[in-house]
């Protein structure tokens, strides 16, 4: 048994196992802790003063007058202990007898003048922001807000403090013990230019799948299944990008309509595993079941990259739920408006974490950090990441932000993505993170997009994007990899909606379809949603053939969303985030038909056609020039009759694009300083409605071509083709050959 399936079978064995290890049981009464230490932040047990087992509590909270630590026990009792020891904005104290397993939380007092920012309110039980495991659900309740939310005078109901407990409706932290030292893992460590991601949703991947437990789908130990990890080393995928995995809960207004917050974009915790994803409980056990997780399918040659979500909280606007940071220190940790009584809201979502603020950022790069060094992950896709490079001005690409991640010892060797854009003003920032920051090229989606749709009336832009984006990415010294290649996401259309779909069809998330984009760049192929005539189910097919193969051979980094290799459908939503239901999970019965197979296997193909040829995965842009004189270009491109393209045949009319890397001009090097040589390769795409004679370009380019992949005829044997032969390019068809001397 080769090594991932051993760690996915360990994962089964003990996902559910449901003790929590040591006890949990609190010191009774009101005990005064010892003074114990201001570092480091959160709850860490440890061995204290005279060989005592017991906890450390730190929290940062600058402007509070008094801090209480709240401990609950098996039945939810509370006892409250105040800690009274503060250095550094820190309060702090040592509780013996505190075990791992035990649930707190913290009240914290301070003024109440919401003109000023302040909203201190010890009524409302707070989480621990470096909290390890959560435990609990949040319910949405007029108590949880720090303010009265039913105040008749609706335009000053954020002024009037709620003094309602609030601890029955929010989770709790819990003490976790963690002494991994990661002894037996092996990190990828895939470099850019080889690396394919692989968007998926632990429960949505797991949900449905037949080769896993029924105990174990929807979970991190699922995840880890022999099962699953086999789909992810078939498929060829180098690593899987997770969406948020972080703690989070759902908002009032789903919680309310009977939905949650599927996707997860509406973090608690930055430290914290989301419980639910948890087969063995949620009193600390999803914090190692996470790391066999990840050890997994690190031991299957796959790296684990989290989508984060750094910019907002589940805390919404002023009449939010007070979970955490609002009750700490409302006007440290947020960006607050002129007045000071809202938020500065450049998410969307009600508020924005103030990055400015030297505590934030210490909270972001901590939990980072700790997602690295005691987690085992690989990198991080950042949701909204303009907003994190907000200052006082807009966007700043030189923030504290960036220039603490930029010099970290331990994040600036891992993957960083960045989602380049956020819902306020100049915050479409695609093109201008700076090194070390690959970046989601949306661009590279519209253009892909409106290309096979026929939208586009030549092809200059679809130039670039084919080539690695050097219109975006060269400048500063970024490479071709800088570039997320991605033509679906999470967010919008599956690939199969994409061409079965002229517009959205949100109805099931309970907001009259007005949820979600308008501009999906779709085209139906002739009927809305699902048909049965053969001529549109043919057009459809080739449609998802056309557009994986532009994917997966463009220069950059692609990412294939989880399931589009399947044909999955969500019944035309675009915008599935609230959608816990058949909707979002993969339907692995796909498998089953041959035409849904056959998809899959020319995904896998694609992969490995990728994996095995450094030419289409080149890690410096091209020059368009030869490597020595009279030699050949490394990347040239054709018009349909087989001549080289001039100025005026990128702006005349065109819905055929012939490119041409030369696997012999390459300016790549091995690690002594060799040239690296590949076959060379033509790529030829025709989006329009008409079949296209297309002549083979002939010396210095090839003497002969093999022909690789036809889009049309997926199924049709190699074939040789002379250099100056005509083929027949099929409509909307793109063709692949290797180029012989």
Partial sequence: MVAWQELGQEALR??????????????????????????????????????????????????????????????????????????????????????????????VHGRWDPWTGARWNPAKLLLDPYARAIDGHYTSHDAVCTAVRNWPEREVADTVRDNRDSAPYVPKAVVVHDDDDWYDDQRPKTPWAETVLYELHVRGFTMRHPGIPAELRGTYAGLAHPAALEHLTGLGVTAVELLP????????????????????????????????????GSRGQQVGEFKRMVRALHAAGI????????????????????????????????????????????????????????????????????????????????????????????????????????????????????????????????????????????????????????????????????????????????????????????????????????RKHNEANGEDNRDGTDDNRSWNCGAEGESAEPGIMELRHRQLRNMLTTLLLSTGVPMLTAGDELGRTQGGNNNAYCQDTDASWLDWSLLDDPEWRALHDLTARLIRLRREHPVLRQRAFFSGRAAVPGGQQDLAWFTARGREMTEADWFAPTAVLGMLLSGTAMSERDQYGRALTDDSFLLVLNAGAQAVPFTLPGEPWAAAYESVLDTARPDLPSRHHQALAVVQLAARSCRLFRCSA
């Fill in 14 to 107: 003990r996902a559910p196992a449901r003790a929590h290890p040591n006890g949990t049981a609190p010191p009774p009464g009101t005990a005064a802790p010892w003074p114990g230490s201001w570092q480091p932040l959160g709850a860490r047990f440890r061995t204290g003063p005279q060989g005592s087992r017991g906890t450390n509590f730190a929290l940062w909270a600058a402007g509070a007058e008094a801090v209480e630590l709240c401990l609950f026990d098996e039945e939810g009792r509370e006892s409250r202990h105040p800690l009274t020891e503060q250095n550094f904005q820190t309060w702090h104290g040592y509780l013996p007898g505190v075990l791992p397993g035990t649930r707190y939380g913290y009240r």
């Fill in 303 to 502: 790296e684990v990259i989290l989508d984060v979500v750094y910019n907002h909280t589940a805390e919404s606007g002023v009449m939010g739920p007070a979970l955490s940071l609002r009750g700490i220190d409302n006007g440290a940790y947020y960006r607050l408006d002129r007045s000071r009584r809202g938020y500065a809201d450049y998410t969307g979502c009600g508020n924005t974490l103030d990055t400015r603020q030297p505590q934030v950022v210490r909270l972001i790069t901590d939990s980072l950090r700790y997602w690295v060094t005691e987690m085992g992950v690989d990198g991080f896709r950042f949701d909204l990441a303009a907003a994190l490079a907000r200052g006082s001005d807009g966007v700043e690409m030189h923030h504290p932000f960036l220039a603490a991640v930029s010099q970290d010892p331990v994040l600036s060797r891992v993957k960083l993505i960045a989602e380049p854009w956020d819902v306020g003003p100049g915050g479409y920032q695609v093109g201008g993170f700076p090194p070390l920051w690959a970046e989601w090229n949306d661009k590279y989606r519209d253009t892909v997009r409106d290309f096979w749709r026929g939208a586009r009336p030549d092809v200059r832009e679809l130039g670039y994007r084919l080539s690695g984006s050097s219109d975006l990415y060269q400048r500063g010294g970024r490479r071709p990899y800088a570039s997320v290649n991605f033509i679906t996401a999470h967010d919008g259309f599956t690939l199969r909606d994409l061409v079965s779909y002229q």
């Fill in 245 to 280: 995995v972080h703690h989070h809960v759902s908002e009032d207004h789903l919680q309310q309509r009977g939905l949650t917050n599927y996707w997860g974009y509406n973090t608690l915790g930055y430290f914290a595993p989301h419980a639910g994803y948890s087969a063995g």
